[in-house]
């Protein structure tokens, strides 16, 4: 099963635009890779998936290389709401790895 | 969207009693749940995989006797903590979905054993 890497933590200014990189190399044909985010003592939120395409919805875009070894996650105007840690995950056994601790600061 | 209702959200027991959680998929048909722990400052690990109708897949090291799986139907998965004691004290979560399609995650259960 697919393992994924991530920097352990991020700062981004408010207002600004996250990028959030995730490494998945050993990601096999028909695996998706998923994007979460938890706040402190809840349950992971969905933020988006894709396969091959890059993909985008009203939370975020998913930028996914041509080998899809790599990926990242864009959030284009970062609020103080979006501080988490995300998750970077891949289909078949949804192994978490540490996430990414984003800190939004004013 | 699809929903994930995971029930209760805390609860304390005593130590050796047994404490189950149940894991609902709302408005779509789960064949697949699966249920994770997650210890203060530390990330999600998956402890096994619960599938409609069989037996569940558990992870290295994760005993299944010590925590019971049972999928009895599409929409319904409980995780029942046997004789718990204050080292099973953990945050739990489950999620469902389908393959391919958003995968959604229970609210958790924060889990006391005195």
């Known amino acids: 099963d697919a393992k994924t890497t991530q920097p352990p933590s991020m700062d981004c200014a ?4 996250a990028n959030l990189p995730c490494n998945h190399s050993t990601i096999s044909g028909n695996e998706y890779v ?7 003592s809840q349950g992971p939120q969905y933020i988006i998936h894709g396969l091959k395409n890059n993909e985008t919805n009203e939370m975020a875009s998913l930028i996914i290389t041509e080998d899809r070894k790599s990926s990242t996650l864009i959030l284009p105007h970062a609020t103080l709401r979006d501080t988490a840690v995300y998750y970077c995950i891949v289909s078949g056994k949804l192994i978490f790895g540490q996430g990414t601790e984003l800190s939004v600061k004013p | 969207g699809a929903v994930v209702s995971q029930h209760p959200s805390w609860v304390i027991c005593k130590s050796g009693t047994s404490v189950k959680i149940e894991c609902r998929s709302l408005d779509f048909q789960a064949t697949t ?5 997650q210890f203060p400052k530390q990330s999600l690990m998956l402890m096994a995989t619960s599938n409609e109708g069989s037996k569940a897949t558990y ?3 994760v005993e299944k006797d010590k925590f019971l799986i049972n999928h009895a139907s599409l929409t319904l998965s409980t995780l029942t903590v046997t004789s718990a004691h204050p080292e099973d004290s953990s945050f739990y979560i489950c999620s469902a ?3 391919g399609e958003k995968l959604f995650f229970g ?4 889990l006391s054993v005195l």
């Open chain 2, 33 to 37: 749940m699966f249920w994770y722990r």
């Open chain 2, 59 to 61: 992870e290295q090291g």
């Open chain 1, 34 to 40: 998923y994007w979460y985010r938890q706040i402190h």
């Open chain 1, 14 to 17: 408010e207002g600004r635009a």
């Open chain 2, 97 to 99: 979905g389908v393959f």
């Open chain 2, 107 to 110: 609210s958790g259960t924060q």
